[in-house]
């Protein structure tokens, strides 16, 4: 399977790690000889229920018995997807009320792009040095980080860059502003958090001239940070909150959730502002309730802090030089992107899963199901614990 993966499926990095899948289960994944790896990596925060949870597998099953595609978006009727923009609206606070689904986060983002640009009549956005939002054009307008756009320009113009937590760069938000876009905690950079109350600075100068906040919330949505979205956690409502991975839990899905106001813009001048053939699909949003349900009903999100500190006493090591992050959200840093290879590649040897953030090479991604379990994470502690040490003593005899 392998190299008919690497003939005929297009490639995006030169060494795709390749593990051909047999089945998942849990916190596991087990490849074709049969081999368990303990996954730390989730699919990059894409199954917050761990592989196969019988709530969602059910929740699909039922849904597949019943229809799957009847309709393109917006036109009918249908339990899943309305039982689920129902029940974002119950969990999220004022004004954020009506969820338009998409079938990818960039394409959310697409459709929180356009929505500013809507409500304002402006066309200037404001995004972050170091931000991901996504791959299609728009989404890689707003990426901060050149290296891997310059290919594909021309991009959309009107966009401007600020430097996340630089206050100072707040006044190149003004009146020409249609939108801020900000990861609510910085992904792709090195999960780095807002301080010193920088989401609540943004959204005072944001009112102040007028512009809409959206908050991409696609890493640290859906219980990960300890809180259903994470800017609970910062004092600040975005107008436009982007939501993806975790929500399908397993299904490809986006979602932005705007004000009913704002949203029903996209009914008018001009008419279908943002359309789409299987957004809201029956099957996929199924999914996502059964996993949204599972979110809010049990103790998943506290227990992703209580989890975050049971890691963070484990990871004590001379080459981890900082864990960022928070709850199930975050990145071990080593000395150098030379040790965090090592530390990736040979955890996989062992069973292992962990993976890579896109702009920070030191970083080593830890973001499990929510379901895992502390035996799993004591596990998967102690083989990076002991590679480390492995690690450690061939600098040493180096020396
Ligand atoms: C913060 C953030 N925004 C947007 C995206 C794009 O989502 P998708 O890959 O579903 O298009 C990602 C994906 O990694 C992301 O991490």
């Not at 480390?388 to 040493?396: C, R, T, Y």
């Amino acid at each position: 399977m392998k190299s008919d993966f690497l003939k005929y499926q297009a490639q995006t990095s030169p060494h795709p790690l390749a593990m051909e899948v047999s089945h998942a289960n849990g916190s596991y994944i087990y490849d074709t000889q049969n081999k368990a790896y303990l996954d730390f990596v989730a699919g990059v925060s894409a199954t917050p229920l761990g592989h196969n949870h019988p709530k969602v597998i059910n929740a699909i099953k039922e849904q597949l018995d019943k229809y799957m595609h009847v309709m393109v978006y917006g036109e009918y009727a249908q339990k899943a997807p309305v039982e689920l923009t129902k029940l974002l609206a119950k969990n999220l606070p004022y004004p954020l009320e009506k969820t338009y689904l998409t079938n990818s986060g960039t394409e959310a983002i697409e459709g929180a792009l356009k929505l500013a640009k809507r409500a304002t009549g402006r066309s200037e956005i404001i995004s972050a040095n170091n931000a991901y939002h996504g791959n299609t054009m728009g989404s890689m307008s707003v990426m901060g980080y050149e290296d891997r756009k310059q290919a594909f320009r021309p991009l959309l113009p009107d966009v401007r860059f600020i430097t996340f937590n630089n206050e100072d760069d707040l006044n190149l938000i003004t009146t020409k502003t249609a939108g801020v876009i900000l990861e609510t905690i910085q992904g792709g950079a090195g999960f780095i958090q807002p301080e010193n109350g920088y989401l609540e600075k943004v959204r005072k100068r944001c009112d102040a001239v007028g512009a809409l906040l959206i908050l991409d919330e696609i890493q640290p949505g859906i219980g990960r940070t300890g809180t259903l979205f994470g800017f609970e956690n910062y004092n600040c409502i975005p107008d436009i909150l982007v939501i993806g991975k975790g929500l399908g839990g397993g299904m490809p899905i986006g979602a932005f959730t705007a004000s009913t106001e704002h949203m029903d813009l996209l009914q008018n001048n001009p008419k279908l502002g943002h359309i789409t053939t299987f957004g809201g699909h029956p099957v996929i949003a199924a999914s996502a309730l059964a996993t949204l349900k599972e979110i809010t009903e049990s103790d998943l999100m506290a227990q992703a802090l209580e989890k975050e500190q049971l890691f963070r006493k484990l990871l004590v090591h001379p080459l981890i030089t900082d864990i960022r992050g928070i709850g199930l959200m975050l990145a071990v840093m080593t000395p150098s992107a030379d040790i965090t290879n090592k530390v990736i590649l040979q955890s996989q040897d062992q069973g292992l899963i962990l993976f890579w953030l896109l702009f920070e090479p030191r970083a080593v991604r830890i973001t499990p199901p929510l379901t895992i379990s502390n035996e799993e994470i004591i596990k998967g502690c102690n083989i990076i614990l002991d590679i480390l040490n492995k690690i450690q003593s061939q600098i040493n005899n180096n020396k």
